[in-house]
Every structure is written in structure tokens, then in C-alpha cells.
């Protein structure tokens, strides 16, 4: 056999192969995904166990998010640059072990901490599913394997506050945590000895913009979370607010200039990815900005237990999973424009009226129709 062809038989996804690349970058997904929502229905149970304040609260929430948000590009850009799978196993390596750190959390600080590097392995592992599983999978499969990925991800969403408030309730809030660990012990050996590795093209790491980009949005988040209770014109506050908008805007002033930016501004260039960006920004800004509210309020007001808060988010988050092949339908008929725009105005349609001063005992049909719009 001509060693031309024996390269190439070599290098060649397989069917087995691509199986085992689907399973494990769906499993990390899954566990990426859904501990962005279980916890939202353990919070209160958390508070009553290890205190603290609302705010510090919300930072359970946002260490994981504001960390996975910023360091996504990156963690991709380090897959490229030293190996795919090597950078994979990396990530779920820290997002396993930041998760029993999670579960065994002696105070509210020392869960932040946890939460925000668990943030990290997601960030690091996430994008990095999508490159291994499209170097697995053969081109005239990769649609159906992208299907299986991205519902896999979908039902963690769908799932996630009924996981986390069954766990919470009928054993603990822990284990919303412990729940990663053997997930994760399991994938690291089939990572290792299934997947492929691979890499890019070997740009240059965006340093400047990962410091611009990290410290801007720390400094708003830690603004907006401190301001209602520390005052708007606090110190700290006022420093956060204004530090992060001076990084925000340096970050894109890097994103015109440099050659090789983590975000090229220039992408925005396209109305089509611009308006889609910005949709996506109010959607993700009034799911999670939400959630973490209606979670209190169903269980400290409506005295809901953490199952039934969960079960009554359903129609909610999993409302997507139903939709999505729709909208996706409707899409390639009348255009992407007036699908997007429909699903804006259904989410502050639901979201107006569950903001609307409600009764102590509110029905559950009244979360149900508002819940489902969004």
C-alpha cells in the first residue's frame, strides 16, 4: 500500500470513532450546560446552610458565568495552539475537581471561588467539543452528530433547575456538585483513549484582549451586583462600573487594531451577525437574569420546595427544545429576521407579565403561559 494512502486510512475519521467522540464531547457539554442552571434551585437551600446575602448569592451564579463567558475564545485558542484533546482533558480535569471543591465548600466564599474555576474547565472544555467532534465525525454525518450534541445540551438546559431542586431536596445540595464528579472520572480515560488529537492553525494567543475583556466585565458585573447594596455611589462601586467600561471599550479598540484580536471587530461589519449577537445578548440577559429571581420568589414566598420550583420552570426551559426545530423550519421559509424578532417580543411579553405585582397565592397557570413565551 502506497504510504500516501496508508496516511490517509490512518487519519480518517472512523464510524467507531466518531461514536465515541459524539458520546464524550456530548457528556462534557451535558455537564457544561446544565451547571449553568442547577443551581439556581439549590439557592436558597445554600443560603440556609452556609448564609451570606443575596448578593452573595447572585456571584454562585456569576463566578461560573462571567468566568465560562470570558475565558470561552480563549480556552478554543489554547486547544489550537497545544492540542485539542490535550487542552479537553485539561479542562475537564479542573471543572471536575472545582466541582467536588463546590460540594465540600465550608462558606459562601470559598463556593464562589469554586464556582468561578469551575467556570474555567467549561470554558477550556466547551468549545473545544465542537472542534474534536468535527474532527471525528465524517463531513456527510457531521449535521447529524451536531443534532445530537446540541440536544444532548438542550435537555441539560431543560433539565437543569428539576435536576438541581430533586437533588437538593431529597438528598442535598451537594449534590448538585458531586453529581460532576463521576461524569468526569469517567471521561477523562475514554478522552484519553478515544479521541483523536488535533490543532490549528497556530495564531498567536490574544493575551491584551483576554486581560481587557476579563477585567471589564468583572468590574461591571461586581458593579451591578454591589450597587443595591452598597449604594450606587459607593467607592467600590462607582470604580467597578467606570474601570469596566474603560477595559470594555479598550478591548474594542483592541478588537479594530490588533492583527490577530481574540474578536475582530470587523466581524460586526455584518448586520446578520450583529443582530443575531444582540438578540442572543437579550436572550441570555433575561433568561439568567431571571431565573435566579423567580427561584427565590417561588420558594421563599410561594413556599414551593426545590422539585416543585424546578417542575414549574419546565415549561420554560424546556420550552426550547420544542421550538427550536420549528423556528428552525420557519426560518428557511419567511427568513431568520422575523423569527428572531417574534421570540424578543414573546420573552419581554412573558417576562412583563410575571413582573407584573403578583398575589402570595398566585395559581401555577400564571407561570406556566409567561414561562412557555420566553
Known amino acids: 500500500m502506497p504510504k500516501e494512502l496508508r496516511e ?43 448564609g451570606g446575602e ?14 465560562f463567558a470570558v475565558l470561552l475564545m480563549f480556552g478554543a485558542a489554547l486547544g489550537d495552539r497545544f492540542g485539542r484533546r490535550r487542552l479537553f482533558l485539561v479542562g475537564i480535569t479542573v471543572f471536575t475537581g472545582a466541582s467536588a471543591a463546590a460540594a465540600v465548600a465550608p462558606g459562601i466564599d470559598s463556593l464562589i471561588a469554586a464556582r468561578a474555576v469551575q467556570g474555567v474547565g467549561a470554558a477550556i472544555m466547551m468549545p473545544l467539543t465542537l472542534t474534536l467532534l468535527t474532527a471525528a465525525v465524517p463531513p456527510a454525518r ?25 437533588l ?20 477523562l ?3 484519553r483513549l478515544r479521541l ?31 450597587g443595591p447594596a452598597d449604594g450606587w455611589t459607593a467607592g467600590p462601586v462607582l470604580l467597578g462600573l467606570i474601570a469596566g467600561t474603560a477595559l470594555l471599550t479598550g478591548f474594542v479598540l483592541h478588537g479594530v487594531r490588533a492583527a490577530n484580536p481574540m ?23 433575561g433568561m439568567f437574569g431571571s431565573i435566579f429571581l423567580l427561584s427565590q420568589y417561588m420558594q421563599g414566598v410561594l413556599g414551593y420546595s426545590p422539585t416543585e420550583a424546578g417542575l414549574r420552570m419546565l415549561p420554560w426551559t424546556g420550552m426550547p427544545m420544542l421550538v427550536a426545530p420549528i423556528a428552525g423550519i420557519l426560518s428557511d421559509r419567511i427568513g431568520g429576521r422575523p423569527v428572531v424578532a417574534t421570540g424578543l417580543f414573546l420573552q419581554a411579553a412573558g417576562l412583563g407579565y410575571l413582573a407584573w405585582p403578583p398575589e402570595r397565592t398566585t395559581p401555577s397557570a400564571r407561570w406556566a403561559a409567561p414561562s412557555a413565551s420566553r
Open 8 to 50: 490517509t486510512k490512518k487519519t480518517s475519521p472512523t464510524r467507531a470513532g466518531a461514536v465515541w467522540a459524539l458520546v464524550v464531547t456530548s457528556v462534557a457539554g451535558f455537564m457544561a450546560s446544565l451547571d449553568n442552571l442547577v443551581v439556581t434551585t439549590a439557592l436558597p437551600s445554600i443560603r440556609e446552610d452556609l
Open 54 to 67: 443575596l448578593h452573595d448569592l447572585e456571584w454562585t451564579v456569576s463566578a461560573y458565568t462571567l468566568t
Open 142 to 166: 457531521r449535521g447529524m452528530a451536531y443534532g445530537v450534541w446540541g440536544a444532548v445540551n438542550g435537555l441539560a438546559v431543560a433539565s437543569g433547575p428539576l435536576i438541581g431542586g430533586s
Open 168 to 187: 437538593t431536596e431529597h438528598i442535598s445540595w451537594q449534590w448538585i456538585f458531586w453529581l460532576n464528579v463521576p461524569l468526569g472520572l469517567a471521561l
Open 189 to 191: 480515560p475514554l478522552a
Open 196 to 226: 483523536r488529537e488535533s490543532h490549528g492553525t497556530g495564531a498567536p494567543l490574544d493575551i491584551t484582549g483576554t486581560v481587557l475583556a476579563s477585567g471589564g466585565l468583572f468590574g461591571i458585573v461586581y458593579g451591578l451586583v454591589r
Open 263 to 285: 474578536l475582530p471587530m470587523r466581524l460586526f461589519r455584518s448586520r446578520a451577525f450583529a443582530g443575531i449577537n444582540a438578540a442572543s445578548m437579550l436572550m441570555f440577559l
